[in-house]
């Protein structure tokens, strides 16, 4: 009940220990998975790789946008160094005859969402974006996502302080109903 994404300029160090990483990633690995596929991998952006990503992202905006105002190219470059760390989560779907894509998709997802809640319970924020560079040929292939692959999200995960305040969520009463039989138009 107390999971919030923390806001990605508040996360600081440092980045989490070898132990508390792996701890995460054995958590986000124990999920649903039809088959046994695995339809998940994690890309960790760290250290100075963090800022040659920024860097290799500018220069594609500026490919797609043309010149860059100063403020637009600081976004770029502090991209993937906000956070200490950010964790890609690809879904690498694979072709099966009983198992459908989407049902892939969905277990990668909850991959994303089991490292954040074990992030969150040793004391870590995150946040999960996507953006502009994740579904495009070119900015999967700068961050190391193969052409058939699929970006679930970048966790940005650091150290945060501050408080969350709570957004706005739905009434679960109204989106729950019992079953009454076969659906049908109202």
Not at 18 to 33: F, I, Q, Y
Not at 51 to 78: C, D, F, I
Not at 128 to 137: A, E, G, L
Not at 171 to 184: C, F, K, Q, T
Request: aromatic fraction near 6%.
């Amino acid at each position: 009940m107390s999971r919030r994404s923390a806001p990605i300029p508040e996360l600081g160090g440092p980045e989490p220990t070898p132990e508390e990483l792996d701890t995460m990633l054995k958590a986000a690995s124990r999920v649903p998975d039809h088959g046994k596929l695995n339809p998940w991998r994690f890309i960790l952006y760290r250290g100075d790789m963090r800022h040659k990503v920024g860097e290799m992202l500018a220069v594609l905006a500026e490919e797609r946008e043309g010149e860059l105002s100063p403020a637009r190219r600081e976004q770029e470059l502090t991209r993937f160094s906000r956070a200490p760390l950010v964790i890609g989560v690809v879904c690498a779907v694979e072709d099966h005859v009983k198992i459908p894509e989407w049902e892939q998709f969905l277990s990668a997802g909850m991959a994303a969402y089991n490292l954040m809640l074990a992030a969150n319970a040793l004391g870590f924020g995150t946040n999960m974006i996507t953006n502009w560079y994740s579904d495009i040929p070119e900015g999967k292939e700068l961050l190391g996502v193969a052409p058939h692959e699929k970006v679930v999200g970048f966790i940005h995960l650091g150290r945060h302080e501050g408080n969350v305040p709570d957004r706005v969520r739905p009434d679960h009463n109204e989106l729950v109903r019992d079953y009454s039989g076969p659906w049908v138009e109202a």
